[in-house]
């Protein structure tokens, strides 16, 4: 039986067969920048769809910014008093006393 002889792949062939590798375009440093930029805007969009953030705590964030800056610091520390106290789970029907004293 005669052996059949493989042929042998030179290195032209092998160019053709391993397809060349795409290479990304290279941006110049102000490209970099305005694409971290664009990637980073569209993170922190307001307008986002897929926010979680319920939609009273919007209408809450609105009515705070529309307060007088001490009534504001007021509202704000009262606020977080009241979820502190929720988080540890003691809050009941009249927990909360406005304008007792």
Do not use: H
């Amino acid at each position: 039986m005669d052996e059949v002889e493989k042929p042998r792949a030179s290195v032209s062939s092998i160019d053709t067969i391993i397809a060349p590798m795409e290479k990304k375009p290279c941006l110049g440093p102000i490209a970099k920048q305005n694409a971290l930029l664009e990637k980073a805007l569209t993170l922190l969009d307001p307008n986002m769809e897929n926010d979680n953030t319920p939609n009273v705590a919007k209408v809450w964030g609105e009515k705070l910014l529309g307060l007088e800056y001490e009534q504001k610091l007021f509202a704000e520390k009262a606020i977080n008093d009241i979820l502190f106290e929720a988080s540890l789970g003691n809050l009941r029907k009249n927990s909360v006393q406005i304008n007792s004293g």
